[in-house]
C-alpha cells in the first residue's frame, strides 16, 4: 500500500530575514546550513499554517531579530502530513525523527540528524514536502517543501498586492 500523500490549499506565512526579503521563494538561506528537514546544500522552503509560528519559527531562541512576515497561498499534492499519528506510522516515522535537537546533532556531536535521513528517505520516494509540527510553537504546524514551482503539483505564490518586498538584495556590488 502506498502511503497517504496530502493535498494542501490554503494559506501559510513565512517571516523573512531583511537579507532575503528580495527573494521571498528562495531556498537559498535554508540551503546555506540546513533546517530541521534538510540538509545543507538541499534548498526547502519553511512556512507556517499561522502567523504566530511563523514568527516564533524565526526569532526561536534568538530573542528581538527584525524580519518581513510574507503570505503565501500554496497548491501541492504530493505532501506527507506527519502530524497524524497514523500517516507517521505508514511512512515509519517516530516522534523523536520530528523533535530531535538537530543543531546539536549536526553541528555539535557532527553526526546526521535523524530529521535530515527522513527528509532525504521521503524527497527518495516522490514526497515533496511535509507537514508537521512546530518545535517552536506548541500549538503551531508548518509545511516544509524541497520541491516547488517546478511543476504543477506544487504552486507557491508570494502574495505582495502593493509591492512592497525589496526587488534586490540593495548591495551595490560594483
Known sequence: MTPPFLTVRRRFWRMLAPKWAHAP?????????????????????YM???FVTAMAEYQQDLGVRPGTLCAYDVDATAVADLTDPAVRAAYGVSGEDLTCPWKSIAFVQKR???????????????IGGVRVP?????????????????SD????VVLDPLGDLPRSDGFDRR
Open 25 to 45: 521563494l528562495s531556498g537559498a538561506g535554508a540551503a546555506r546550513r540546513g533546517g530541521r528537514y534538510n540538509e545543507p546544500g538541499c534548498p526547502a522552503l
Open 48 to 50: 507556517s499554517e499561522e
Open 112 to 126: 546526521e540528524p535523524p530529521s535530515w535521513i527522513l527528509a532525504r528517505r521521503l524527497a527518495a520516494v516522490g
Open 134 to 150: 512546530s518545535v517552536q510553537a506548541t500549538a503551531g504546524t508548518n509545511l516544509v517543501l524541497w520541491r516547488w514551482n517546478q
Open 153 to 156: 503539483d506544487c504552486r507557491v
